[in-house]
């Protein structure tokens, strides 16, 4: 962190940057390809009894590492596959788990069952694995379902199935381990963004991680990486992790300028980090949290912490709309629109407005929710109100991180 002197509007100000120091980025040795293995600290469930989501709140000790942060930037996880899946795959087809299996082009190698567990994913499955599969055995449907095409129905058949189906659906197989481990990719990391504050917390991460389980083609399915921090991590376990920097979702270069978050779910993650950095500040601008979820008694994540940052005014307004403890459905851009003259007040004294969450449905009702306060308090046409958001987004006051 560095202070820099600005000039800004004719007023001189102290603006804190978002850059690291060169210490902190010339100590920093471990990366995606060398990731740094991080002991947990606390790993709990933040939903309470009755609900039907699991959330993780996880702390992860960054102690030794050199490897620092900032609010918005994200942690990659190197994750492990399911030992159930795994040991269910080998017992199967008959493997033996120690064979020795080459895992990449540089000819290094792992017994069978480690390289399925962390080197290879096996719970997707491409239209390439499928097809070159299609050589490994004589199944005919396979066969068909291979050629050119018929690439509709193949990829409708990989929609939700995984190795483990692929090899129980299209036997006999006449192919050894190491030539279906030859199909695989490399397991590939899973972002999350950091819900700390590293000024907050030294040598700490924070993560909120929102469990994956569903239930495809007659079989539970579970997230690789969630599920392995639900299930399988606990405080004194280390895992592999690197963080990927984030230059498109950051804090306004000036301390003193207000923000608006919205962040339902384990979107709320990266506005932990920005509330927890605003309250080490010395200056700080307006807060303001949009929060969203199922039902308030068991879904409220972080409750106690924002009632206490409101509490402490280090946040200014929080509001919170629970979907399921109505009949008529709350979300967060209810909230926005019951707000939406004080909201647009807030855009027009310089807010910076960002969104945090899910990309399919919410960042887009979110958009369009602006779109709609900005005509109506405007005054405006669509078309107008358009232009305005998109000049937002040009002056980086419109920020979204959404996946
Ligand atoms: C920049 C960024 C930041 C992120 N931040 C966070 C965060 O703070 N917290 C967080 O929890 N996640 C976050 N994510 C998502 C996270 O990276 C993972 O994608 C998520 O945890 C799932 O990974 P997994 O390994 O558990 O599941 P995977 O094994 O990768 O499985 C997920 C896949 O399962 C399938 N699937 C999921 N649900 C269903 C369903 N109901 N029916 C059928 N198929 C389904 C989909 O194909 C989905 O892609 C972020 C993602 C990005 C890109």
Known sequence: MIFLRKQLSGVKIMVLTVERSPEQTKKATYSRTNPFRAEVLKNINLNGPGSSKETRHIEL???????????????????????????????????????????????????????????????????????????????????????????????????????????????????????VVSLLRKMPPRLYSIASSFRANPDEVHLTIGAVRYNANGRERKGVCSVQCAERLEAGDTIPVFIQQNKHFNLPEAPETDIIMVGPGTGIAPFRSFIQEVSVNETRGKTWLFFGDQHSASDFLYQEELEKYMEDGVLTKLDAAFSRDTDQKVYVQHKMLENSQELYQWLEGGAYFYV?????????????????????????????????????????????DVY
């Open 356 to 400: 945090c969450g899910d990309k399919q449905y919410m960042a887009k009702d979110v958009h369009e929710t602006l779109i709609t306060i900005i005509e109506k308090e405007g005054g405006v046409s669509r078309d107008e109100a358009e232009a305005y958001l998109n000049d937002l987004q040009k002056q980086k006051r419109y920020q979204r």
């Open 61 to 179: 000790s960054l102690k030794d590492s050199g490897l620092s942060y900032v609010p918005g930037d994200c942690l990659g996880i190197i994750p492990e596959n399911d030992p159930e899946l795994v040991a269910t795959l080998v017992k199967e087809m008959e493997w033996d788990g120690e064979e020795l299996v080459t895992i990449n082009k540089q000819g290094d190698a792992l017994p069978l069952k480690e390289a399925l567990s962390s080197h290879f994913e096996i719970t997707l499955l491409t239209k390439k694995i499928v097809q070159q599969a299609a050589a490994l055995t004589d199944n005919e449907e396979l066969k068909k379902l291979a050629e050119p095409e018929n690439v509709n129905e193949l990829k409708e058949y990989m929609d939700g199935r995984d190795l483990l189906d692929l090899l129980r659906d299209f036997g006999p197989w006449h192919a050894t381990a190491q030539e």
